[in-house]
């Protein structure tokens, strides 16, 4: 009686909890606009190294489409294998600039989303789709484009008989991720900002953008990384041998 | 005595029969070209759903390129691993409209068919590969507008040193496909219709088409899927929270 | 005692010796430009042909991008998991025309490369990448137009804590690659030529493409390989039946 | 003639079909319980050489246990993912002797099967259970002596939402199977062989062991097969170089 | 406001976090011993029935050996790829009853544990290893009898250059684990429990085998689940038909 | 000058090399049984670190059996995918204390060999097979003792129609293993030692052994790695912190 909220928080913390299925949580904060799109702007590998390397998602979640990058919060889904009914529960959640992130309770490669439900969620103010299974009518989404990170593009439908969870905290390709998250997505991957940090990872991606800019002028000119970082002494030092 | 045919008849119905080693079917019915053509028209995914969620290939199945989106009648071509002797078998039994479909006997990701290969099937009017191994000269094939669904990209090699069939029933990536039955192929993948279900599935396909289209305009302009499928009742009867 | 370059070659046969960990080899033999240009021309799917079905890379080491063809000499790292600090080691060895090799000492697939290195290789005038691991920033790398054959793409960061050797010989994604070895690289894979066949191999591929345009011809003026190859008969002989 | 089962079966020719989902087959004949258990005597290598390579199942299906050899009729249930209401279902089907096997209509590796429906199975006279999917309580099942062989151990549960179908052909790890077809399976994998034609490859797989008896004998005194198989004149013309 | 562990805390929520590499978390606490040894009874697919289906490894984690079946509370790692000196820092935190759980920062198959740590380990009362990578020396393990579930069987080793944590939350197998929460592994693979639920889960488990044992025996006496979960009404309700 | 063993040498850097198809090399040097036997008695994990760890095959290189750890000189075998016949031909080059190692052209998994092949390998005097593709028989092959490391165990069967070559250098599981290289294998994996390292390998691989028991001990008595290699001062200067 102390609230849903209340109570949830404390079993929040096991990421996908029994308490947890059937549960809608509706409001869900958000990282400042421009905090997110800056970390938009600098990407996926910037991102992560300005976070300490933490927070991506595995390998096998690939664009559907090339040269795309976003980033936007997370509207998380946790939904049983094979049933995307929590999908459209997520969607009467989005928010401008939202980004939905799904993950199945079990491995499953079925396609949970295609034309239909990118158009609703465009409608919406969705930025794109982060999912640990699949998709369809990927010829249609490329079209309208709507980008999209999956583990696979399978034309494989769902049902909707079971309940699973919007809005809880989910493991998404290995990445643990809050709803209002940061997610950015290009054509390395996907990354998670932790909300709170968003501000901060953002002023070291921009101190490493500068950074790494000065480099690559000097790279360019012919300058070596051995000398630029100054390794030789160290690379000496541990026995390296030239012959 | 009664014929080659009549004798394959009852041995065919476990796919890959002992039996049928070095058989070649020479008259294959085909479903009428309207019919093929208008399940190419739907694409995969719809056709899919339009008959019952079945005859879809496994997703390994990729396209070596973005956007083509055909339908043909299957020639298959049962194989033996490396071997590519009876593609070229069968290439002679391709009629306009047809499309080529190879399941290896033994799983193998070697480069069964490459740009002569398709120059000769081009000729004959066929449409397509659908193959559970491995293409090359795949920029070539590309070139050429030759669509390919494959498991693998390699440019290892084949013999001709072994015998195989054409037009006998083959699981290709985990669905059984009959000569004459019509291959439905795009982004999203490969689904097979059974010659026989062809037209009726077509049917079903435009009708799904029509009524998507007006769920695409009302989801367009902002309406839920919530609302118009009229799920909120059935959700909060089975127990859905809203925190 | 008669210098690092005499006992190495013994110790080289190995492969990946562990007496060859922390060394740079600084001159490498290389085939001739034209040579290598030459097989450049003629494409992954031809020189693997002509040089009897050998060399051929795995077919999980995919391109970044679409339509690269090129061939160089190249200059081997190999590498600790995770742990890119090499590769800058390497960079210094390059010569115009060079591509770099990577092999990881155990399997891995985190992101060793990304703009930067590569603004410094192209500047060395590297042409391209191979490597049995990561690299990133490939929104970049395809700007820039530096084209590369990976295992994965990942974000991943790498550290620069453990030696490795730059131009020993390694086994790259099952293949056995010596330093000054010559690659060809398209959309088909990769395949390595050894330097000392590379001039033999040239011809043989040539031979090669002449001997297929004349095939390309008559299959795409509707002749049948079965009669062009002088098929049938040997079918017949090996059981083959029509019904 | 108006029957169900003579409706059925012109549909059943695709292996799963559209029609077919929410059908239990009731009577489905078997081989003679004599030629069942002769196939489980010679194993699944010879058995599968016997009928001329064909009706493997994939090798990823691999047994939860060492040692065992069974062969039964195979009662099949095609099974959506993560649901396995069906096998309640299918369980009321078996006779003695019989063998279940499940296949999801997408891939899955949830546990669908565990040691209470084991129990029950056993106590119709159930041999052991085919899976292209998981089960759990494999100390359970193996203490009990119920032979599995599965894509997965995994103690993912599974609702009880969804129709299937029992016994109607199915699509198995590769292998299209029809409900009263013989399975047999030890520690090579898994086998089918098709009803009508089990006596048959009894037959043929009886003639295999007793001519192999006697190679084993020669080539455990130490002749080569080289001689018994007389490949040496065959091998030298093939061209083949002792050095 | 000053302590560590209470900034520790927020900053933990990610999961695996840049602010905690290079953390040790001395005092954790751990749930009751006989709470922890009753869910080791009750084993792995139970335990995670009981908790409503949440928090299993993935099914790649596997044993390597056959029958134990333990629980524990976990210390965790968090580790580089390819470098296990975190073990030893762990190892000095473990009690008795406790199970390490590492997991890598970026996928790795290399061996990180073999006898000599096994030996440590078990000298601090260590009941296991679960381990999102590689161990080795497995025969030395299966003789002295310490239990493993990994990745990976890989004798490659690690070095000991760059730092990680223990005792943070990780992400292992896809699940997320907090330091003292408690593992159950078995032969169906590995589960974790909150700690904080780990008491009710337990409770839940036993009731759920109690209720099991009855059905155990019903079905034992060839009874049918059809009848004995009342399921024949729904069947036909939703539309089965038996033909 | 005009030796075919001379002529060979040179080509046989690269490993697989167009010539080699078609050879047999009849005599080769192997290591000193005792040195052979030596390494078999360290087994793999401590050979692999012995020789500076390289020569490790891939992980998917599984026994068949449990427990078993052999040691042997190499006979190799290059094969077809899907081709045993050089199985026969290397089996007559077999001496007392051999192992057959067999790597495919092309990946594969079908079932090189079985009971009869092991047989006669067995009378010759072979100790076990490494193949880097599948085997059948497997429970026949564990009643013999003869033990395998395969990458798959699959009934499927292969033909005897194209040459391989026997004795020639192969990379198998990634791993360059030259004729008469020293194999081991165990229930860690596959590790190859270059034929004219065996010696000095196996001395360190003994030395290794005994500073390992007396670290065993101090670690049996409950002493800490981070006290016994004196790690703590390093950690805190690498900024590990307590909390």
């Known amino acids: ?47 992560h190294e300005a976070q300490g390397r933490t927070g991506l998602l595995r390998s096998f979640m690939r664009p559907i489409q090339a040269g795309a990058r976003i980033a936007g919060s997370a509207v998380t889904i946790s939904a049983p294998p094979g049933d995307n009914w929590m999908v459209h529960v997520a969607i009467e959640q989005l928010k401008e600039g939202d980004i939905l992130v799904l993950a199945p309770t079990s491995p499953c490669e079925d396609g949970y989303f295609g034309d239909l439900l990118a158009t609703s969620a465009m409608a919406r103010g969705c930025r794109g789709l982060v999912i640990e299974a699949g998709v369809r009518d990927v010829r249609d989404l490329n079209r309208m484009g709507f980008p999209v990170w999956s583990k696979s593009v399978f034309a494989q439908g769902t ?40 501000a901060s990872v953002l002023e070291k991606a921009r101190a490493r953008e500068a950074n790494e800019e000065s480099k690559r002028q000097r790279l360019s000119a012919g300058e070596l990384g051995l000398d630029i970082y100054d390794m030789r002494g160290k690379l000496e030092a541990m026995g390296l041998k030239y012959v």
């Open 159 to 198: 049902v909707k008989a079971t309940l699973g969870s919007v809005n809880v905290p989910i493991v998404c390709a290995g990445a643990l991720i809050h709803p209002g998250d940061v997610i950015v997505a290009d054509d390395d991957g996907v990354c998670v900002v932790a909300r709170a940090d968003a």
């Open 1 to 47: 009686m102390a609230g849903g909220l209340f109570e949830f928080v404390p079993q929040d913390r096991r990421g996908i909890g029994a308490a947890m299925s059937g549960i809608v949580v509706q409001n869900i904060e958000r990282a400042r606009p421009e905090v997110v799109d800056g970390l938009g702007e600098c990407g996926v590998a910037t991102v």
